[in-house]
């Protein structure tokens, strides 16, 4: 018999893969008193040319993106798809999921399938969980420094159609990625990720849990990719992880410090659980007899829910799919191999919304309204879509896909900063821009304003940036104007964008209209363009 105190205070007994009793003690102290487990940094990569991020390479096998440090080095709705919305009653926005376990493979080249690129309504939000990603040494330090293959080709499908990644966050093989239309981003708000590894006693990361969270229009929201502890018996044990995580993790914000404070979660990936005591002849006859209903009964975290009140708390989709593990590569086949692995819908997408609070029996002041605003502000959750995609052969598990509607009282609906570009744009002067902060936020002189080509990627994929006002923040309605050099202005024109970024809220808080840049009659001269187009004959 095996038994690990972790770092939370929780006792694992490995041999029956359970926490034993002084999990209940913990859990009368649960979230608020947890520690979010500290990030050992092996090393620092800062580039001189960015704002926004260094890379942080780190022995705990975490990568990601991080703020610099503090000092400065030189729906199904189209209302809310196309910007306008109704002044009364709620918003429709429509939400695209995915959960993949790739297997380490490469991306295919076309995922238009996999995002429903061309669905209608049109979609506001993408949420893509990975799991086992390539991690070897050599390609995760490669990672580190370049965007992974993954993270590419999402980008580079839905940048041209308008998608912006908001966030990324990596852990050894798990990879989650949020992308939003560009009309949303500055309603996307203080922005955050965490982690917790559970794999190798705790101290490794193959296994475990990656967030992202923000508040969306005001609503607090997080999104939680975890790869569970994998075999048929480990079924309480993947409870206990899943426990383990929601407890530990925490982030920098008051209102909602903890995954469960979030108005709502969404709990996702690779959570591994199986279909119990049926044989695998009875597994396949009933899949392949589109029988699947006599299966439920037996799914472990169907099961597992009935006994766990932590999990009552989730909501799922019927499992209207087949199970999407384990296939043959390239094939529909289930596995062939030598260990003939039972499938089983180990790839599942859950939601919750936080309850309602009720009043303390002995608090007679105590109010019948949420801490949050629920009443004043609702927000409902529509699954529009569970399904899998069998196309995809990649990966020894098909991935799982989810739609949503979410309808939502927006809680403002008017960006932070104003900004836009005044007079003629080009490189053969300098430009000049205005900004004016419409409402009092956490400024810092270390914000600094994007000039973004349309179709751009993420917050860090700009053309060129200045910094904001550096000698005093800016008072409420105070018209800035900052000059930008003409050497900083792409010679071939095209439409562009300017977005406001704010070092501490992790978000681009204002965007300008799209504008015109003039070719640069300079760029005739160094032969970017040959003489005569569009008018410019010297």
Not at 165 to 184: E, I, P
Not at 229 to 254: G, K, P
Not at 381 to 398: I, P
Not at 427 to 435: K, S
Request: proline share 4%.
């Amino acid at each position: 018999m095996f038994r690990f105190k972790s770092r939370a205070g929780c006792v694992w007994d490995f041999a029956l893969g359970r926490r034993t009793a002084e999990r209940k003690v913990k859990a009368t102290e649960k979230r608020r008193n947890s520690q979010t487990t500290g990030l050992t940094i092996g090393k620092q990569i800062q580039s001189l040319d960015s704002p926004l991020e260094i890379f942080i390479i780190c022995a705990q096998g975490v990568c990601g993106f991080f703020p610099t440090p503090q000092q400065r080095v030189t729906d199904k709705g189209e209302e809310m798809s196309t910007g306008r919305f109704r002044s009364g009653g709620k918003d429709k926005c429509r939400m695209h999921m995915v959960t993949w376990n790739v297997a380490t493979a490469e991306p295919p080249e076309d995922i238009t399938s996999l995002l429903q690129l061309d669905v209608q309504p049109p979609t506001d939000l993408y949420v893509i969980g990975l799991q086992e990603v390539s991690a070897s040494p050599v390609r995760f330090i490669s990672d580190l420094l370049v965007e992974d293959s993954w993270s590419h080709v999402f980008m580079d499908t839905l940048a041209p159609r308008g998608f912006i990644k908001v966030k990324s966050v990596r852990m050894q093989g798990l990879l989650l990625l949020v992308f939003a239309k560009q009309v949303h981003l500055p309603y996307i708000r203080d922005i955050q990720t965490t982690y917790t590894r559970t794999g190798v006693f705790g101290y490794w990361g193959n296994k475990g849990g990656v967030s992202v969270r923000f508040s969306f229009y005001g609503h607090m929201v997080c999104f939680l990719n975890c790869h569970l502890a994998a075999h048929m018996n480990y079924a309480l044990q993947r409870v206990d992880e899943i426990e383990y995580i929601l407890e530990t993790q925490d982030f920098d914000i008051s209102e909602s410090p903890n995954v469960l404070d979030h108005k709502l979660v969404f709990w996702f990936g690779d959570l591994n659980f199986r279909i119990a005591d049926h044989g695998l002849h009875f597994l396949r006859s009933s899949i392949n007899s589109d029988r699947l209903n006599l299966l439920w009964s037996k799914d472990q975290l169907s099961m597992m829910k009935k006994k766990e009140a932590f999990l009552q708390e989730f909501e799922e989709g019927p499992l209207n799919f087949k199970p999407t593990y384990k296939f043959a590569r390239n094939s529909d086949t289930y596995d062939t191999s030598g260990k003939k692995r039972k499938p089983a819908w180990t790839d599942r997408i859950l939601w919750r919304i936080k309850p309602k609070d009720l009043p303390s029996e002995d608090d007679e002041k105590a109010s019948t309204c949420t801490d949050d605003g629920q009443d004043e502000y609702p927000i409902m959750v529509t699954q529009d879509k569970y399904t899998s995609d069998m196309s995809y052969g990649v990966s020894d598990h098909k991935p799982v896909i989810a739609t949503f509607s979410l309808e939502l009282r927006k809680c403002f609906d008017t960006p932070m900063v104003h900004i836009s570009p005044e007079g003629v744009w080009s490189a053969d002067q300098d430009a000049v821009l205005t900004y004016t902060v419409q409402e009092d936020f956490m400024s810092s002189t270390w914000d600094w304003i994007g000039l973004y080509k349309v179709g751009f990627k993420s917050a860090s994929d700009y053309e060129t940036f200045v910094w904001v006002r550096e000698n005093e923040l800016p008072e409420t309605n105070e018209v800035i104007q900052i000059s930008v050099d003409k050497d900083a202005i792409p010679l071939l024109g095209g439409q562009y964008v300017l977005g406001y970024y704010s070092t501490n809220m992790q978000s681009i808080l204002g965007l300008s209209s799209n504008f015109q840049i003039l070719e640069s009659k300079r760029a005739v001269m160094e032969g970017l363009i040959p003489e005569g187009i569009n008018g410019i004959n010297k």
